[in-house]
């Protein structure tokens, strides 16, 4: 039976997928470990469950080696794990692109709601005595435009969203995408910033998106404007924020992300925007909600079953896809390979030079690693695994 551990609190949903699998052997942590105990709690795992502050570094990886087959990132992002460590080694890495989107667009639909009718500072002054009934600066959500910047699965459902609370919504995206609803792409940038009264961020982290909201950026936004970060913190320039909130050029903000974000709860945030009126800073709950944990937890959970029974990787991040099919004869041999002429030849070779007879076979390479599934209509006993396991461009090999 699979040994499988779980860090960080994982959801219970993920817990009854593995038991109706048939996966019972789990042991549990409720938090993140440090480096040196993470290291001797993944020891022996062949699955391993991870939300977004355990560090699966090379080297835990490598500490979980050579019994670790699988990571699954119970949530959205991957960047905790060494990808590329984790594909030459062998391991799959999964996350749950999909579980947590209609959490983290109610959040930012909410935000901009209270951001354009100036809530956290009012509220603020209450708290304080003070009584202020203007409505100066402050405005309906109805007939604004709404401008994202990255229209995947979470910017097209805000935009869905925003239409019904009848906003205009305008997107931007480096890849050609299908407008839902009446939403209208604009290429230009600089247009989208210059028209949008709220501006709302969905873009994955890395170079190409670092930054992105800077000072010149800013600069180019509509006077007045609010804007929205829920995706990564490392795409907008902090610092040049705040002098823009100052100076009133941006007349509110709400952050879900920080470039640095406190390792604990009893870790306060460091920021230039703590304490500034009309900002809402929340400690990243974008996709904090029960109703997406649940469902991050049987999404991830399934994904990790599927590989473990049937060695089927669609929907992992760094590793080639194979989708899943039945069984077709007794044994079904998993080949993690270096993706290098003659591997196939060579594989298949083997097997026939014990009598194993082929009955199904699919082959995807990514990068420098291959994958192939080979089902046969014999028994893949331990020296046969074994010879498999010797040849020279192997990684790893597994029978289910």
């Not at 990808?83 to 080694?89: C, D, F, N, T």
């Not at 909410?110 to 402050?138: C, F």
């Not at 205009?168 to 910033?193: C, M, T």
Request: charged content about 20%; proline content about 4%; glycine content about 8%.
């Amino acid at each position: 039976m699979a040994k499988i551990v779980f860090f960080e609190n994982i959801h219970p949903s993920a817990r009854a997928v593995f038991a109706r699998a048939g996966l019972t052997d789990i042991t549990t942590y409720n938090s993140a470990l440090s480096p040196e105990a993470l290291i001797e709690a993944v020891r022996g795992a062949e699955v391993l469950g991870i939300r977004s502050r355990t560090q699966m570094d090379a080297a835990a990886l490598a500490a979980a080696a050579p019994t670790l087959r699988t990571v699954g990132c119970f949530c959205i992002g991957t960047n905790q794990v060494d990808l590329k460590s984790a594909a030459e080694q062998g391991v799959s890495v999964f996350n749950a692109p999909f579980s947590n989107t209609r959490s983290v667009a109610e959040l930012v639909i909410a935000e901009a709601i209270l951001l354009l009718r100036r809530v956290p500072e009012k509220s603020e002054r209450v708290h304080h005595g003070h009584w202020d009934k203007s409505a100066t600066g402050a405005f309906e959500a109805r007939g604004k435009t709404l401008g994202i910047i990255g229209y995947g699965n979470i910017g097209s459902q805000v935009g869905t969203l925003a239409e019904s609370i009848g906003m205009r919504v305008i997107f931007h995206d480096l890849e050609a995408k299908l407008p839902l609803g009446n939403a209208r792409a604009q290429p230009d940038l600089s247009i989208l910033l210059g028209e949008a009264d709220v501006l709302t961020l969905h873009v994955p982290g890395g170079r190409a998106t670092e930054n992105i909201i800077n000072a010149d950026t800013l600069k180019q936004m509509k006077p007045g404007s609010i804007l929205i970060n829920a995706s990564r913190g490392g795409v907008v320039d902090i610092d040049a924020l705040r002098d823009a909130l100052v100076r009133k050029h941006i007349a509110g903000a709400a952050l879900d992300v920080f470039p640095t974000e406190p390792k604990s709860v009893d870790e306060p945030l460091d920021s230039p925007l703590r304490n500034l009126p009309n900002v809402i800073l929340t400690p990243h709950i974008g996709g904090s909600t029960m109703e997406s944990q649940e469902n991050i937890g049987i999404e991830v959970a399934e994904k990790l079953v599927r590989f473990i029974q049937t060695g089927t990787t669609k929907g992992a991040v760094n590793f080639p896809e194979l989708s899943f099919e039945d069984a077709e004869g007794a044994a079904r041999l998993l080949h993690v390979h270096r993706n290098e002429p003659g591997v196939l030849a060579s594989l298949n070779n083997l097997l026939a030079e014990r009598k194993l007879n082929i009955v199904s076979q699919r082959l995807h390479t990514k990068g420098g690693i291959g994958y192939v599934i080979t089902d046969v209509d014999g028994t893949i006993d331990a020296a046969a695994l074994e010879a498999v396991r010797k040849q020279g461009t192997t990684i790893r090999a597994d029978v289910v």
